[in-house]
């Protein structure tokens, strides 16, 4: 009973909450600026914490219903990391109980999260040829012009002018990057990273000040006067409400986007040391209140920098409204392509996980048993667990296995120790991860723009798996019992 278990638990708060907030911050923060200045500033911090409160109570209906679904958490003394899933939680819900219905709605949750984890790193290596192809590609064609006669030189220019798309030289750079990176795809937990996971955030909290420097110096420095188009106060005062309900209506969907992080939450939770409900939410409400704030003020920020921009709007991507000479910016750049890198990992990791959990052959039978009317001690254990707080973690305290049945136990026992991505061969998960990365950065040197990327994921999918699945699954279980409405939001905040 003492023995050490096969797959520990590493997770602390720190990586925890650095894996959330890696996942969360990133290439979408550019797009920030332009939601706040079709908002307004007044009005898009608004909805900003509509969504972030939001977005903190699906993740916690996510946790709540992992711990009353998954009741492998309790039987190695919370020491052995756990299994709950995001396909799992929602396909268990009483409102798929029939098992054709619940089947359908995981492969479809799995597909989703597919669909939204792959684009999402093609999406960024696309950022990556942007950010670092474009710049250090211009760099070696201005080098090599200045040692080649005029006659090739001019002939070299009029080439490039006339070529479409990314060049062979930028898809190069950013293949490059993605060698480097490729070592970081190939651990098997969150937690492994860390490390990189700080660095990353660090990286994207300069490209924010910078960010917040250059609109402070666009509207209060005299030497910006004549860039202005008119005084702040009343520049200010014409972007404190969206202009129009379609201004509103098409911003909305650009705030949804950056809380994205659900297809990760509960592999942290499943990593975390002594994951009570406790620790597991102070972890979510730092990161998404860290979030909240910092898109605050660089959406903010960046959308009074329209004050400096011709048209009076800043673009969809903040980058594009600053000069190439630039040197801060130039710098606040060179943040984000570090940070876009190091978050690429965390892309890739669920990815693979899922898929493998995907074509696994028996993924289903230890659902099918937790799931199963027979089950009566579970089922018992579930009803008890809504009639009182969750933050006495029922499913983690070693009473609750007397509730459960032998065979039962059993079966949780083997689906704790034996998950699809810790069992399989060290060959077949390193040639899916290759599959999936340098596919995805094949995929992106024939994009022209990042924008057909996330066009194919849609705002609908992301608010389907990120807001809506969640809520329904966690009303799902509780509606199932005759609770209170208050219990809902007792559990939830």
Same mark, same amino acid.
């Given at each position: 009973?003492?023995?050490? =278990? ?7 708060? $720190?990586?925890? /909450? ?8 990133? !290439? ?24 972030? &409160? ?11 219903? @992992?711990?009353?679904? $998954? ?13 709950? &899933? ?40 696309? #950022? ?14 201005? %080098?090599?012009?200045? %040692? ?18 990314? &060049? ?73 409400? =969206? ?14 986007? =950056? ?9 942290? +939770? ?18 998404? $209140? ?28 903040? #980058? ?45 039978? $230890? ?36 509730? *459960?049945?032998?065979? @039962? ?18 060959? /077949?998960?390193?040639?899916? /991860?290759?599959?999936?990365?340098? !596919? ?27 807001? *809506? ?7 799902? +279980? +509780? ?7 208050? #219990? ?6």
């Amino acid at each position: 009973m003492n023995e050490e =278990p096969s797959n520990p638990r590493h997770g602390t708060l $720190t990586s925890s /909450t650095f894996a959330l907030l890696s996942t969360m911050i990133g !290439g979408g923060t550019l797009s920030l600026p332009l939601a706040f200045a079709q908002g307004g500033t007044f009005g898009g911090v608004l909805i900003l914490l509509f969504v972030a &409160s939001s977005a903190y109570g699906s993740i916690m209906n996510l946790i709540d219903c @992992s711990i009353v679904t $998954t009741a492998p958490g309790s039987v190695s003394g919370n020491l052995m990391r756990g299994s709950g &899933s995001y396909e799992g939680v929602v396909s268990t819900a009483p409102l798929f109980k029939n098992r054709n219905l619940s089947q359908f709605v995981r492969y479809f949750c799995m597909g989703c999260l597919v669909l939204i984890c792959w684009s999402g790193i093609i999406g960024y290596c696309v #950022l990556l040829r942007d950010l670092a192809g474009k710049p250090l590609s211009d760099w070696i064609t201005e %080098d090599g012009e200045e %040692d080649m006669s005029s006659e090739s030189s001019s002939a070299s220019v009029s080439i490039d002018e006339t070529e479409e798309g990314p &060049s062979l030289l930028q898809n190069i750079i950013m293949l490059s990057i993605v060698v480097v990176v490729t070592p970081l795809t190939m651990l098997r937990t969150l937690t492994a990273l860390e490390k990189v996971a700080m660095f990353g955030v660090t990286n994207v909290a300069f490209l924010g000040i910078c960010i917040i420097y250059k609109s402070m110096e666009c509207n209060f420095s005299d030497d910006f006067a004549s860039v202005r188009n008119e005084s702040f106060s009343s520049f200010l005062s014409d972007q404190l409400w =969206p202009s129009s309900w379609k201004e509103f209506f098409t911003a909305f969907p650009i705030f949804c986007g =950056p809380f994205m992080c659900h297809f990760n939450v509960l592999p942290v +939770h499943n990593e975390l040391c002594d994951a009570s409900r406790d620790r597991i939410r102070y972890v979510i409400r730092f990161a998404t $209140t860290f979030a909240t704030f910092f898109y605050i003020a660089v959406g903010v920020s960046g959308s009074l920098y329209g004050n400096c921009v011709e048209s009076g709007q800043v673009e969809g991507n903040i #980058l594009l409204n600053f000069d190439d000479d630039d040197k801060l910016m130039t710098f606040g750049k060179a943040c984000l392509t570090t940070t876009i890198a190091l978050a690429l990992p965390i892309m890739v990791i669920p990815c693979r996980d899922i898929i493998m959990r995907m074509l696994s052959t028996d993924c289903d039978s $230890t659902l099918s048993q937790l799931s199963s009317p027979k089950n009566e001690g579970y089922e018992r254990q579930r009803k008890s667990s809504f009639k009182e707080p969750l933050l006495n973690n029922a499913f983690l305290e070693d009473e609750t296995v007397d509730t *459960l049945s032998e065979s @039962s136990l059993e079966t949780v026992e083997s689906g704790q120790e034996d998950q699809p991505a810790e069992r399989s061969k060290p060959i /077949t998960r390193t040639l899916l /991860t290759l599959a999936i990365f340098w !596919g995805g950065a094949f995929l992106a040197c024939i994009v022209d723009n990042v924008d057909v990327v996330w066009e194919l994921t849609g705002s609908n999918l992301v608010m389907a798996i990120g807001f *809506l699945l969640p809520c329904i699954s966690f009303l799902s +279980h +509780h509606f199932n019992i005759e609770s209170g409405v208050k #219990l809902v939001f007792k559990k939830t905040w």
